[in-house]
């Protein structure tokens, strides 16, 4: 399974961008998908998840910012980023797992997309 994160760019402080992570390949199901940033030096850190039943979490840093949703007809998560600030700078990084088809049946995956550049300038 394969994840496209896109959406990421450069926006001022107070501002606000949208991250989407697109999934294709032979999926059978999505359990969670999730958001990370990592800024470098650092350790990568867990933005906000939302489980197949629509449970969501958040790192305490976004709660009221960020607002991670799921299209599960179009496989793709979404995180619009409001009242952005310069330390949200970050790389950020999808990822996903559940079921998908094999060619000896189903098996899980745990996939990563390339990361996409969230710049927030003072």
């Known amino acids: 399974v394969q994840l496209q994160a896109s959406g990421g760019g450069l926006v001022q402080a107070g501002g606000s961008l949208r991250l989407s992570c697109a999934a294709s390949g032979d999926i059978v199901t999505i359990n969670n998908m999730r958001w990370y940033r990592q800024v470098p030096g650092n350790q990568r850190e867990l933005v906000a998840s939302?489980?197949?039943?629509?449970?969501?979490n958040y790192a305490d840093s976004v709660k009221g910012r960020f607002t991670i949703s799921r299209d599960d007809a179009k496989n793709t998560a979404y995180l619009p980023m409001n009242s952005l600030k310069p330390e949200d700078t970050a790389v950020y990084y999808c990822?996903?797992?559940?079921?998908?088809?094999?060619?000896?049946?189903?098996?899980?995956?745990?996939?990563w997309g390339l990361g996409t550049l969230v710049t927030v300038s003072s």
């Open positions: 939302i489980a197949g039943g629509g449970t969501t």
């Open positions: 990822n996903a797992d559940g079921r998908q088809r094999g060619y000896w049946g189903q098996r899980a995956f745990d996939s």
